[in-house]
């Protein structure tokens, strides 16, 4: 590669990390929204800290929405990937790699950076929550706008995107290996009540809702959920999506075999899933064995594009 093996590495991770919290603040948005509505339709605030990658205890002190979970997601500076530390690290990232950005990238991610010091600690309160998360998403839309509209089609650009599409297809995992496992497991009377307005919590918490209703035109229950966020290549933020979106990427990059015959396996891991409507150990299990698919690109990518 031409690109600084150094470089390579902090422009992957920037992008990574930029969709760590701009997923997480999806999540946290659509979550609060469906406990708002129905608090009693079996929603527990603890299963997003798993859905964040963490196994740290943190559970609400009452049913209340001003809780430690907010606060472990948004703002604990302790909290690898709350949405405060994932910002600063994206723009730690970027800023020893300017030289390869637009302008007005770097401008966009050093906004949002500021923005996030400043208000974080005080956007656990719902007061101020939907409006900060509203700006950790409508920012991270922005500078891949400033990208897609105004960088040129080179190594960085690809490793950025192979960086963007592994986090993403690893949180559709986690938002299936959790919620829709979790969903899966409730009782009976809960889940009849309450099961099709939890599933439209799924979707939304990819902002995936609208295209799904229109790929499918049938109800929205479990197995159709499942399979949408997995199978369909043509909606972005599916496994299949994004995977077909970093096999792109990788073909454009040079000495791409090894890394190729890695998508490869994950492909063959996903094609092995079977969405069913009542067995969320067996999703959960899927899902982690996907997880460790993208970790073992992850690693193998990052021997290729990095080490060598």
């Given at each position: 590669?031409?690109?600084?093996a ?8 920037a992008?990574?990390y ?9 999540v946290?948005?659509?979550f609060?929204?469906?406990f708002?509505d129905f ?6 605030w603890g ?5 964040a990658?963490?196994d ?6 009452d ?5 430690p979970?907010?606060h ?6 302790d909290?690898?990937?709350s949405?405060?530390m ?6 730690e ?29 005080t956007?656990?309160?719902v007061?101020?929550r ?8 409508d920012?991270?839309?922005?500078l891949d706008g400033?990208?897609?509209?105004s960088?040129t089609r080179d190594?960085?650009?690809?490793i950025?995107r192979?960086?963007r599409y592994i986090?993403?297809a690893d949180?559709t995992?986690?938002?299936l ?6 969903l899966?497991?409730l009782p ?8 099709e307005v939890?599933w ?6 990819l ?5 799904f209703?229109r790929?499918?035109r049938?109800p ?16 972005p933020?599916?496994?299949a999506?994004?995977l077909?979106e ?5 073909l454009?990059l040079?000495?791409?075999?090894e890394v190729?015959a890695?998508?490869e ?11 069913t409507?009542d067995?969320?150990v067996?999703?959960?299990a899927s899902m982690?064995?996907l997880?460790?698919a ?11 594009y990095?080490?060598?």
């Amino acid at each position: 590669m031409t690109l600084l093996a150094r470089t390579a590495d902090r422009l992957h991770w920037a992008a990574r990390y930029l969709e760590r919290a701009e997923d997480s603040a999806r999540v946290l948005r659509s979550f609060g929204e469906l406990f708002a509505d129905f608090p009693a339709s079996g929603l527990r605030w603890g299963s997003l800290v798993a859905v964040a990658g963490s196994d740290a205890r943190v559970e609400p002190v009452d049913g209340s929405d001003d809780n430690p979970v907010a606060h472990f997601l948004i703002a604990d500076r302790d909290h690898p990937n709350s949405i405060a530390m994932t910002v600063e690290r994206s723009r730690e990232n970027l800023r020893t790699c300017r030289e390869v950005l637009p302008r007005e990238a770097w401008r966009t991610i050093n906004d949002l950076s500021i923005f996030v010091r400043g208000a974080a600690p005080t956007s656990i309160d719902v007061r101020r929550r939907e409006r900060f998360l509203d700006r950790v998403i409508d920012d991270s839309r922005r500078l891949d706008g400033v990208l897609q509209v105004s960088m040129t089609r080179d190594e960085a650009y690809e490793i950025w995107r192979l960086g963007r599409y592994i986090e993403r297809a690893d949180m559709t995992t986690r938002v299936l290996g959790v919620r829709a496992a979790n969903l899966l497991a409730l009782p009976p009377g809960v889940s009849d009540e309450f099961g099709e307005v939890q599933w439209m919590g799924v979707l939304r918490s990819l902002s995936a809702l609208q295209m799904f209703q229109r790929a499918t035109r049938g109800p929205i229950d479990g197995p159709s959920v499942v399979r949408f966020l997995l199978f369909d290549d043509r909606f972005p933020r599916s496994v299949a999506g994004c995977l077909s979106e970093i096999r792109s990427s990788v073909l454009r990059l040079p000495a791409y075999g090894e890394v190729l015959a890695a998508v490869e396996t994950v492909d063959a891991e996903l094609r092995r899933c079977r969405p069913t409507a009542d067995d969320g150990v067996e999703l959960d299990a899927s899902m982690d064995r996907l997880q460790l698919a993208l970790a073992a690109l992850e690693r193998v990518m990052h021997e290729q594009y990095v080490e060598h």
